[in-house]
């Protein structure tokens, strides 16, 4: 059974800065994508980034050039950085891996983590 548990959010006042974590667990062969996914009140989750195994990311023109994606290999967690937050970056934020394991390729997520950024 793969896991994600997230950690990280909270409130910030908006230019402010947060990071988020998700770490998997689990008898995991291979993680081949991490992404961060946010859903806001009444909106639709959007996709907010995501980053390959080799370390490649890349965003929604949204967050691009505040949100910055890595990923720790070894660690199998994927951090999420914030900066320069908007009251509009108020969403929950959810994280997905997508793995190979014992039960075959499957996406996994996270159980989500408020963000929310006070004007």
């Known amino acids: 059974q793969v896991q994600l548990v997230q950690s990280g959010g909270g409130l910030v006042q908006a230019g402010g800065s947060l990071r988020l974590s998700c770490a998997a667990s689990?008898?995991?062969?291979?993680?081949?994508?991490m992404g961060w996914y946010r859903q806001a009140p009444g909106n639709q989750r959007e996709l907010v980034g995501t980053i390959t195994s080799g370390g490649e990311a890349n965003y929604a023109d949204f967050v691009k050039g505040r949100f910055t994606i890595s990923g720790d290999n070894a660690k199998n967690t994927v951090y999420l950085q914030m900066n320069n937050l908007k009251p509009e970056d108020t969403a929950v934020y959810y994280c997905?891996?997508?793995?190979?394991?014992?039960?075959?390729?499957?996406?996994?997520w996270g159980q989500g983590t408020q963000v929310t950024v006070s004007s």
């Open positions: 997905t891996f997508s793995v190979y394991s014992y039960a075959g390729i499957r996406d996994y």
């Open positions: 689990g008898r995991i062969f291979r993680i081949t994508f």
